[in-house]
Nanobody, 115 residues
Framework: QVNLVESGGGLVQAGGSLRLSCAAS????????MGWYRQVPGKQRELVAT???????YYADSVKGRFTISRDNAKNRIYLQMNSLKPEDTAVYYC?????????WGQGTQVTVSS
């Protein structure tokens, strides 16, 4: 079992920045990709960004150039630096970790961007 705990969400004005953090614990061996997803009420959860073990990153088109994902394998953490935030970035952000045969989710952290 892998336990994921997110932190860093909050309320920010449009154009502002936030940094999300996700700490992994438990059976963290063999974790491959980690990433961030987000969900608003009534909509499907969507991918925001992922990062491989070696640090290769992938971003959704909607956040390219504004968000940066990073990974610290020594601390078992990933981060999401969010700049130039827009009201449409408002959502619950979830940390995700994948092994070959399992996927794990955190509880989520609310990000609210006011216009």
């Amino acid at each position: 079992q892998v336990n994921l705990v997110e932190s860093g969400g909050g309320l920010v004005q449009a154009g502002g920045s936030l940094r999300l953090s996700c700490a992994a614990s438990g059976s963290i061996f063999s974790i491959n990709d980690m990433g961030w997803y987000r969900q608003v009420p009534g909509k499907q959860r969507e991918l925001v960004a992922t990062v491989t073990n070696s640090g290769s990153a992938y971003y959704a088109d909607s956040v390219k150039g504004r968000f940066t994902i990073s990974r610290d394998n020594a601390k078992n953490r990933i981060y999401l630096q969010m700049n130039s935030l827009k009201p449409e970035d408002t959502a619950v952000y979830y940390c995700n970790a994948r092994k070959i045969a399992a996927t794990y989710w955190g509880q989520g952290t609310q990000v609210t961007v006011s216009s």
